[in-house]
Structure formats: C-alpha cells, structure tokens
C-alpha cells in the first residue's frame, strides 16, 4: 500500500476483554515496529520484526501482550485480559529494512480500556 | 539499554523566532539519529542523520550531528503556527539483536503563537 494502515483508528473495551490490533506496512518494507504512547508521553519500543522473526521482543510489559507477523506482512498485536493502564494510542512503523532505518508510521489505533 | 535525552520539553515563541531542540544519546551500536514531527497521531519523519551525513538542511529546518558530543540539534527559523507540534529525536542501534532498532526520546513540544 501507499502508507502503513493501521485498525482500527479507534477502539473502546471493557476491562478484562481481549483486544487485537492490525497494522499493515507499506509493500516491501521487511522491518516492522510497534510502539505505545501515553498522553504526554514519548514512544515507547514494544516489539519490532525483521520478515516474520522478532529479534528484540524486550519491550513488551507484561506476558499479557504478544505479537505475529506472517508472510512478511501484515502484523497482528494482542493484548489479552486487558487493563485500564493499556490506554494508549499504538503506533506501527515500517522501514525497507532495518539497514535503512527511515521509519514510516501508521496513523495509530487509540486504544482506551473502561 | 540506549537511551535518548531532549531538551527542552516544551517551548514557546512568537511567529518569526527561531528555535533550536536539542537531542542527547547514549546508544551502545550507534547507527543513525531520526527527527519526526508529530502533529495529531503518527510522526511523520523530517531527517536522517548518520556518520556520513552529519548535516541536513530542507527549507527553514536544519540538522546537525555531533557525533563526538553524542548529540544532535534541530533549527527552525522564522517559526510558522504551523510548525506547532511534537518533534520527537530518535536513534538506530547497529548492533546484534538490537540492529535497527529505534529508541525514541520523550519530545519536545513546540507551540508557536500568532
């Protein structure tokens, strides 16, 4: 596609329900990341994938957020049982790779967990 | 853990002055330092910066990187109310399982009054 997509833009959930958040990158890019931002708050690092593998998975809170990505694609972030304090807008950002590291963002989907 | 440090956190001026963000890093492989401008959701990107390309320039914006000082600034001259926004420093890591990866710093936020 022309830019990363992100879904949804918006969405609301009961505390304790699961959530799934889909980003798809711009077509060929092989680098994936997903990032948190709180209100007033930089970007926080989650996860990133180089094709379907995840080299560095160590920014993801707790065991309650995973992450896939398949065929080299379209990627898919879980948070399971959710909890108020996963309110959050979730950004995703591709690059052609990660040795060109000019990174584009998603419009981000902003979760918010009543 | 790398690390980004900016400075100031939020700044305001009047149409017409001229800013300068201040961005400071501690990365262990360093590779490359990104600015983006971040309006509503998604930071859209501004420069790159590496070894070999330590100085950018796109109209009233311009980057420097001081590689020895670990550090970066960002100019913008004769301010607009548009150039209001977030503007987030980050940097590439070229190391092992943290190669491409980027750790943001937590912004600075510039306002810019009529």
């Known amino acids: 596609g022309a830019g990363v997509s992100q879904s949804p833009s918006n969405k609301v959930t009961e505390k304790g329900k699961d959530v799934e958040l889909r980003c798809d990158p711009i077509s060929g890019h092989t680098a994936l990341y997903w990032y948190r931002q709180s209100l007033g708050q930089g970007l926080e690092f989650l996860i990133y994938?180089?094709?379907?593998?995840?080299?560095?998975k160590s920014g993801l809170p707790s065991d309650r957020f995973s992450a896939e990505r398949t065929g080299g694609s379209v990627s898919t972030l879980t948070i399971q049982r959710t909890q108020q304090e996963d309110s959050a807008v979730y950004l995703c950002?591709?690059?052609?790779?990660?040795?060109?590291?000019?990174?584009?963002f998603g419009q981000g989907t902003r979760l918010t967990v009543v | 853990e790398d690390k980004v440090v900016q400075s100031p956190l939020s700044l305001v001026v009047h149409e017409g002055d001229t800013v300068t963000l201040n961005c400071s890093y501690e990365?262990?492989?360093?590779?490359?330092l990104l600015w983006y401008k971040q309006e509503k959701k998604a930071p859209t990107f501004l420069f790159m910066l590496?070894?070999?390309?330590i100085e950018k320039k796109s109209g009233r914006l311009s980057s420097i990187l001081d590689k020895k000082e670990l550090s970066s600034i960002l100019n913008i001259t004769a301010t607009q109310t548009g150039d209001s926004a977030i503007y987030l420093c980050?940097?590439?890591?070229?190391?092992?399982?943290?190669?491409?990866?980027?750790?943001f710093g937590q912004g600075t936020i510039l306002t810019v009054h009529p």
């Open positions: 590496t070894s070999s390309g």
């Open positions: 994938f180089q094709g379907n593998s995840a080299p560095d």
């Open positions: 980050a940097v590439a890591n070229a190391g092992g399982t943290s190669y491409g990866k980027l750790t």
């Open positions: 950002a591709s690059s052609r790779d990660t040795g060109r590291t000019e990174a584009f």
């Open positions: 990365v262990t492989n360093f590779r490359s």
